[in-house]
């Protein structure tokens, strides 16, 4: 499996951003693609999870209401649509695979199987 990950960049408080994940050579048709992000000094961290049989999704507490997860099944590219931003929404931000799903909503973020590059957001005050 390969993870791309692209759309990170620089933007001012409140701003948005989209970030998109294109993934190739799943094994199994029910998998789960997930967004983590880790800031200097700062462990990683689960932010959202798709899941590509059901659409079923998972946020973290901090980007409930302001993030929003997409899985285009055609091109297996999935979305990550940043709203509201915060400066503490800084991060290297990684999209990851679990191929299969094993249903635990991409947690903990050491059990995924497969991982991109990071793509950097950057947040302004």
């Known amino acids: 499996v390969q993870l791309q990950a692209s759309g990170g960049g620089l933007v001012q408080a409140g701003g948005s951003l ?3 994940c294109a993934a190739s050579g ?7 693609i997930g ?3 880790q800031a200097p000094g ?3 961290e689960g932010v959202s999870c798709i899941s ?5 999704t998972y946020y973290a ?7 929003t997860i997409s899985i ?10 940043m709203n509201s931003l915060k400066p503490e929404d800084t991060a290297v931000y ?15 973020y050491y059990g995924m199987d497969y991982w991109g590059k990071g793509t950097l957001v950057t947040v302004s005050s």
């Not at 285009?72 to 649509?81: G, I």
Request: contains cysteine; proline residues 4%; hydrophobic residues 25%.
């Open 42 to 44: 700062k462990e990683r």
């Open 35 to 37: 967004w983590f992000r």
């Open 18 to 20: 989209r970030l998109s």
């Open 61 to 67: 507490d901090s980007v409930k209401g302001r993030f």
């Open 52 to 56: 590509s049989n059901d659409g079923s």
């Open 72 to 81: 285009n099944n055609a091109t297996n590219t999935v979305y990550l649509q």
């Open 94 to 108: 990684y999209c990851a695979a679990e191929d299969p799903y094993s249903g635990s909503y991409c947690q903990p």
């Open 26 to 32: 799943f094994t199994f048709d029910d998998y789960a």
